[in-house]
């Protein structure tokens, strides 16, 4: 098969709408002139479409014209780097489609501990954020969560009662070894974060990982949050106001 056909085949698998780069295509080294020729005859046809250098996506059709991937799925080849994990979406994008706002962005956060990325495609922009640890796909939902608890006071339209349930069930969702990696990795967030995931882990009733995060913590330091204990029964023992 030569490399034209190889890649029109690659490329028909793939679903409408998503994005994709070089190395989703299976490309060899010596195959590279080729497939970047293949790549420009198949842009000129129409059947894909360049987001940017060495991103595409193949264009939806619908009966009100072609429907454009969106910000995520255009952003997604962004996070990650020789087919491995270095990002994600944090921010208040992550935050609106974690219930916790109903406001979007204009500007795109994403977070990493290897790699600065900023996007300006179009009407898409990213910045970029230090994430606390190095990004994984085993991970990345883990960072999410803390970093929901640190920008607390930060999500606009805020609803604390209803924000707090959203939180108190996704942690009471996690198993043992879960709930152990959670607890490890907020051990490089601020007091703050390690605390209110203590108050929310107790509240949740998941009391036996507690010891670790309450050891991390200055046993006269308080943490400013403005959660009453009606909405969060165990901030007083987390010195949480």
């Not at 890649?7 to 080729?34: C, H, M, P, R, V």
């Not at 977070?111 to 898409?124: E, F, H, Q, T, V």
């Amino acid at each position: 098969m030569n490399i034209a056909k190889k890649i029109e085949d690659k490329i028909n698998s793939i679903e409408n709408g998503k994005t994709f780069t070089y190395k989703d295509l299976n490309i060899k080294k010596e195959e590279y002139t080729a497939a970047t020729k293949s790549i420009e005859r198949l842009i000129k046809k129409g059947m894909i479409k360049r987001i940017s250098t060495g991103v595409f996506y193949k264009p939806k059709q619908t009966v009100f014209g072609e429907l454009k991937p969106d910000e995520e799925k255009i952003i997604t080849p962004y996070l990650f780097q020789n087919g491995k994990r270095i990002a994600y979406i944090t921010g208040l994008l992550l935050y609106n489609k974690m219930g916790l706002t109903s406001q979007i962005p204009n500007e795109i956060s994403i977070a990493s501990n290897k790699k600065r990325i900023y996007i300006s495609k179009g009407n898409i922009k990213a910045k970029a954020v230090r994430s606390y640890v190095d990004v994984t796909d085993e991970n990345f939902r883990f960072l999410e969560l803390l970093d929901a608890l640190k920008d607390f006071n930060k999500i606009p339209d805020l609803d604390k009662k209803s924000v707090i349930t959203i939180l108190t069930n996704k942690i009471f969702k996690l198993n043992n070894e879960q709930r152990n990696k959670l607890i490890s990795i907020a051990l490089d967030y601020p007091p703050r974060v390690r605390a209110f995931l203590g108050a929310l882990l107790e509240n949740s009733g998941k009391k036996r990982e507690l010891r670790i995060l309450d050891d991390s913590l200055n046993p006269l330091s308080k943490y400013k949050l403005g959660i009453a204990k009606e909405i969060l029964p165990t901030v007083e023992k987390w010195n949480i106001k």
